[in-house]
């Protein structure tokens, strides 16, 4: 058996989604497993996609006045008790610290789940007066959160990769208006450069943020009907700055506790980009966070070998004149068909075959791994037409990706439709009086939660509850989750 057959793809993405991701996230060499339970290898692809979507919102989180900062990985243990709130939420997956070498601490030190406490004990330092204010942090960090039976890579893994977004603001109206400038550097994120259509919208009390008055949520909907959380943010309101002492002196010098926001984005992102675009020959990477855009595959025999190399060097060094992240595989110990299986195995967007006739005629052959579509160009302008084409790749994405999705959302007026829905593979969207008993109900009969109350559908309150029949107050989608 060859290298290649044993790295194939052994189930189609129709027939076993979640077996299908394993198989194409390892066979890809995207990510790997670890000695450790539940946490993953980034292999450079995978590194790569998580390194555009940082450096991409770090740029916008810039321009919207927004500084990073790094706090502790280690967080003392009095520190997480001094909310009930977020204890409650988060104690169960903390992972501690006891002992170094041979010494018991005196303390033990939680392994950051997540950072509130650890950078809330500063900012009640540096928060006196209102001229303090507004402070706005960010840091790039990881996070271990432990406590789950069935980790999926990327997906729910116990160590992942996110920003954490705190700020801190002297009026409830400032804090407020934050909102929609984040969601939308994250909804721009998803959107341009993972191809990821999203639902924005306010999660039910019972999903929010322990210790938060409201969470919001841009859900990303899978082919299969499950929905998973993307990008989030919380208001805080003055929570944790009573916990936390987080007070100052306001304009009228009377004292005053912070108003506070937090946000994220994480490595969750680039599973749903995979399980949304990939296919059953492997990953499909949008080219604004491809770490090889093009790949050029010289075909060539004993006696023009020599000519052919030269002429697809030529094609690579305008492709890189050009800032398109190009690789000439030009291995002689694998075959013209393993190379094409193994790139379109990794899913690099664009391969350009040269062999003697496109040498004579001086055009190139472009395959585009979206659609598998395959059309001979001139080399008098392939960088032009590469740069188009990659925007093709990139636009067709995501436009696949908001069909399906819209696809999958079904308008239901009754709780048998809502059944039918989740039980088709599909997103109910309804009508729902606001009572968490109700909500706890239908997860509990059909499997599905509450994934948020879109922004846009709230337009379209009024009837019945679609469980208990009570006069409705939002509009909520209810979905299988990961």
């Known amino acids: 058996m060859s290298e290649q057959e044993k790295r194939a793809i052994s189930v189609k993405k129709s027939e076993d989604m979640s077996e299908w991701y394993t198989d194409v996230i390892i066979n890809s060499e995207f990510v790997d497993y670890s000695a450790v339970s539940g946490c993953v290898v980034f292999r450079p692809q995978a590194y790569f996609v998580w390194n555009a979507i940082k450096e991409a919102t770090d740029k916008l989180f810039t321009e919207a006045g927004i500084q990073d900062a790094y706090f502790p990985l280690l967080i003392p243990e009095r520190f997480l008790q001094k909310e009930k709130d977020h204890i409650e939420g988060f104690s169960p997956e903390v992972a501690w610290v006891t002992e170094t070498g041979d010494s018991k601490l005196s303390e033990r030190l939680a392994i950051r789940p997540t950072s509130e406490t650890i950078m809330y004990d500063s900012f009640a330092k540096w928060i006196r007066s209102w001229r303090d204010l507004p402070l706005r942090l960010n840091q790039w960090n990881n996070v271990i959160r432990w406590e789950f039976k069935h980790p999926t890579p990327l997906l729910r893994s116990r160590e992942f990769l996110w920003n954490e977004g705190h700020t801190a603001f002297a009026s409830e109206e400032e804090a407020n208006a934050e909102r929609d400038q984040i969601l939308g550097i994250y909804e721009k994120i998803t959107r341009e450069y993972l191809a990821l259509p999203g639902i924005m919208g306010r999660k039910t009390e019972y999903e929010k943020f322990a210790g938060g008055q409201a969470s919001y949520s841009i859900e990303h909907i899978l082919p299969n009907g499950y929905s998973i959380q993307g990008p989030d943010f919380h208001n805080d309101g003055q929570n944790f ?129 979206h659609d598998l579509k395959k059309q001979k160009y001139d080399y008098g302008n392939i960088d032009v037409t590469t740069i ?85 107050k939002h509009i909520v989608n209810f979905a299988k989750s990961y």
């Open 241 to 369: 700055a009573k916990v936390f002492d987080i007070k100052f002196i306001d304009k009228n010098n009377a004292t005053s506790y912070a108003y506070q926001n937090t946000f994220a984005i994480s490595t969750r992102e680039i599973g749903a980009m995979v399980m949304m675009h990939g296919d059953d020959k492997g990953l499909v990477i949008p080219p604004m966070v491809a770490m090889v855009q093009v790949v050029i595959i010289p075909i060539y025999k004993e006696q023009n070998k020599e000519a052919v190399l030269k002429y697809a060097n030529e094609i690579y060094e305008r492709l890189n004149n050009n800032n398109i992240r190009v690789r000439l595989d030009a291995r002689d110990d694998y075959s013209v068909g393993w190379k094409f299986n193994e790139w379109e195995l990794k899913g690099v967007p664009i391969r350009i075959e040269v062999g003697s006739k496109e040498l004579d005629s001086r055009t190139a052959v472009i395959v585009t791994r």
């Open 388 to 472: 188009n084409e990659l925007s093709r790749i990139q636009k067709e994405l995501y436009e696949k990706a908001a069909s399906s999705m819209k696809d999958k959302i079904k308008l239901v007026k009754d709780y048998d439709g809502l059944k039918e829905a989740i039980s088709s593979g599909n997103i109910a969207q309804v009508q729902w009086c606001g009572d968490t008993a109700c909500e706890l109900k239908i997860k509990e009969e059909t499997g599905a939660k509450a994934t948020n109350m879109p922004f846009e559908a709230q337009k379209n309150v009024g009837g019945k509850c679609v469980y208990c029949g009570k006069e409705s």
